[in-house]
C-alpha cells in the first residue's frame, strides 16, 4: 500500500491548535481567536448544550443530539504529557485488535496517535481494510463513524470517543425535515417513481456523505445515491441521467459549486428552506429547478470571504490559493483552484516548485500541510484561529479513556446503525462506488507512529 508518511514535528514545532490558543489567552502569541474557551478542558464546555466554543458555536443542535457523559476524573484531571503516555501504553498492549483513525481536521495530539489520517470516506474504506481489528477508534464526528460502520463487518466495533463530537452541517438535515420535503415534493410533481417519456423520475435524492446515516438511508430508499467532495460531479452526472433533477443536501455550497461548475444556471437552483412551505421556492420555481439545494452549511467554511482571498494576493504577489468547495460560491469563484482535503493535499505536494499556498479549510490540516512541506509557504486564508468545534470535542482524555476501556474488556462509546438504516445506506453508498470510485484508502496518510 504506498501512503505518505506523516512525519511528526519535535514539540517546538508543534503545529497544534490547542497549543497556538494557550499561546493566545497566555498573552504570548497576539493572534486572535473566535473564542476563548477552546483553551479549557473540554469538559467545561460537554456540560453545556451546543456544539461547544469554535466555528459552529452559532449554529442550532438539534433536541435530542446525544450527549457524552462525564469522562472519569481520572483523565479530566490528568496531563497533556500523561495522557499522551497512556494512549501510547494502551495502543501497545492492544496491538491489532484495534485501528485508531484520525481526520484531516483532528488536533494534533489526537492525530499523533492515528494509524490512518485521511478524510471521512478514505477513513472508513481504512475500516473496511481491516477486518482483522476488533475495534475501530474513530477520532472524527458522528456521521463518520457511522458510514466506518457501515462499511466495516458485523462484529467490529466502531468508537467515538466523545459521542458530543457531531457535525453541524449533517445536523442540518434532519430525517423527519427531509421526508416532509419528500412530501412537499410529490405534491408538485407528483409520482416520484414515474419515469417521464424520456425515463427520468421528477427528483433523485443526493446527499453529501457528511450527513446522518438515517439520511443515507432516506437517499438509498428513493433511488438516490451519496457522494464527496471529490466525486460530486461524477454523482450529479449520475442522478441527471436518471432524473430530471436533484434534491441535494446538505450542503448547499457543495451543491451549488458543483451543478455551476457543470453549466446549471443558479435561476435553476432554487433553495430548499426546511421551516418554510415548499421550503421558500414557488411551484413554478420548483417546476423549473434542475439542483434544489438544502439550506445547509459548513460554520468552519462558511468563515472563508473574497477580501480574505483580496488581502493573500495583495500580501502575496503569486500566491496559489485554494479553498474547499463547501466555502461559498463568490469564494470558490475567487479562488485560483477548489477541492476536497485530498485534492488540496496532492496539489501542495505535486507543486515541484517552492511556492506559497492560501489555503481555505480547517485551521489544522493547513497547519499540518505547512509543518510537513516546509519547501513552501502554506497559511489558512483565516486569520482568526477557529477549528471545527465538534471535531475538537475529541480531546486526548476521552481517547485515554476509550482505549483503556478496550484494554479492561468494555467497549464504550460504540456506534451503531440500526439495520433497517444500514441496508439502504449501503446500496446509496454501493451506488457512488459504482458511479467512480473515489480515491482508495492508501491515499490518505498513514501514520509512521
Ligand atoms: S468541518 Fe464542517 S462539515 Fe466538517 S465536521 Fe466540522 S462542521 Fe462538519
Known amino acids: 500500500m504506498s501512503a505518505t508518511i506523516l512525519t511528526l514535528q519535535p514539540r517546538s514545532a508543534d503545529p497544534s491548535v490547542d497549543h497556538t490558543i494557550q499561546a493566545i489567552v497566555a498573552g504570548a502569541s497576539t493572534t486572535e481567536t473566535c473564542n476563548t474557551d477552546l483553551a479549557a478542558g473540554p469538559w467545561n464546555f460537554d456540560a453545556r448544550p451546543g456544539y461547544g466554543p469554535g466555528s459552529s458555536m452559532g449554529d442550532v443542535?438539534?433536541?435530542?443530539?446525544?450527549?457524552?457523559?462525564?469522562?472519569?476524573?481520572?483523565?479530566?484531571?490528568?496531563?497533556?504529557?500523561?495522557?499522551?503516555?497512556?494512549?501510547?501504553?494502551?495502543?501497545?498492549?492492544?496491538?491489532?485488535?484495534?485501528?485508531?483513525?484520525?481526520?484531516?481536521?483532528?488536533?494534533?495530539?489526537?492525530?499523533?496517535h492515528a494509524d490512518y489520517v485521511g478524510d471521512s470516506f478514505q477513513l472508513a474504506n481504512a475500516a473496511k481494510a481491516h477486518p482483522e481489528a476488533e475495534a475501530i477508534v474513530f477520532c472524527g464526528v458522528h456521521f463518520m463513524a457511522e458510514t466506518a460502520d457501515l462499511l466495516s463487518g458485523p462484529e467490529q466495533a466502531v468508537i467515538l470517543p466523545n459521542l458530543a463530537a457531531g457535525c453541524s452541517m449533517a445536523d442540518m438535515a434532519d430525517i423527519d425535515q427531509v421526508e416532509e420535503c419528500w412530501e412537499q415534493l410529490a405534491e408538485v410533481y407528483g409520482d416520484m417513481d414515474a419515469p417521464d417519456a424520456e425515463g427520468l423520475v421528477p427528483v433523485i435524492p443526493v446527499t453529501y456523505m457528511n450527513s446522518s446515516a438515517a439520511i443515507k438511508g432516506f437517499v438509498g430508499r428513493h433511488g438516490g445515491i451519496v457522494c464527496t467532495s471529490s466525486n460530486a460531479q461524477t454523482v450529479l452526472e449520475w442522478a441527471f441521467a436518471r432524473g430530471r433533477r436533484v434534491l441535494f443536501f446538505p450542503d448547499q455550497h457543495l451543491g451549488?459549486?458543483?451543478?455551476?461548475?457543470?453549466?446549471?444556471?443558479?435561476?435553476?437552483?432554487?433553495?430548499?428552506?426546511?421551516?418554510?412551505?415548499?421550503?421558500?421556492?414557488?411551484?413554478?420555481?420548483?417546476?423549473?429547478?434542475?439542483?434544489?439545494?438544502?439550506?445547509?452549511?459548513?460554520?468552519?467554511?462558511?468563515?472563508?470571504?473574497?477580501?480574505?482571498?483580496?488581502?493573500?494576493?495583495?500580501?502575496?504577489?503569486?500566491?496559489?490559493?485554494?479553498?474547499h468547495p463547501e466555502c461559498p460560491m463568490a469564494v470558490v469563484d475567487a479562488a485560483d483552484e477548489s477541492g476536497s482535503t485530498d485534492y488540496i493535499r496532492r496539489a501542495i505536494e505535486g507543486a515541484t516548485e517552492p511556492t506559497t499556498f492560501a489555503i481555505g479549510t480547517e485551521v489544522n490540516l493547513v497547519q499540518r500541510l505547512a509543518a510537513d512541506?516546509?519547501?513552501?509557504?502554506?497559511?489558512?486564508?483565516?486569520?482568526?484561529?477557529?477549528?471545527?468545534?465538534?471535531?475538537?470535542?475529541?480531546?486526548?482524555?476521552y481517547l485515554a479513556w476509550v482505549l483503556e476501556g478496550l484494554v479492561a474488556g468494555h467497549v464504550l462509546n460504540r456506534i451503531t446503525v440500526p439495520q433497517d438504516v444500514a441496508g439502504p445506506a449501503r446500496l446509496a453508498l454501493e451506488r457512488m462506488l459504482a458511479a467512480k470510485p473515489p480515491a482508495a484508502p492508501a491515499s490518505g496518510w498513514e501514520n509512521a507512529s
Open 256 to 323: 451549488r459549486n458543483t451543478a455551476k461548475a457543470m453549466g446549471v444556471p443558479l435561476e435553476q437552483m432554487p433553495m430548499w428552506n426546511p421551516r418554510k412551505p415548499l421550503g421558500g421556492a414557488t411551484p413554478e420555481e420548483l417546476e423549473q429547478s434542475r439542483v434544489i439545494l438544502w439550506h445547509g452549511f459548513c460554520s468552519v467554511h462558511r468563515r472563508f470571504t473574497v477580501e480574505q482571498i483580496d488581502k493573500a494576493r495583495a500580501e502575496h504577489p503569486g500566491v496559489r490559493v485554494i479553498v
Open 373 to 397: 512541506n516546509p519547501q513552501h509557504t502554506i497559511f489558512c486564508l483565516d486569520p482568526v484561529v477557529c477549528p471545527c468545534s465538534t471535531m475538537y470535542r475529541i480531546h486526548p482524555g
Open 61 to 112: 443542535i438539534p433536541t435530542g443530539s446525544p450527549r457524552q457523559g462525564e469522562l472519569p476524573v481520572e483523565y479530566r484531571d490528568a496531563s497533556a504529557e500523561e495522557l499522551d503516555v497512556r494512549v501510547r501504553a494502551a495502543k501497545e498492549r492492544l496491538g491489532d485488535r484495534v485501528k485508531i483513525l484520525g481526520h484531516f481536521y483532528q488536533r494534533e495530539e489526537v492525530v499523533r
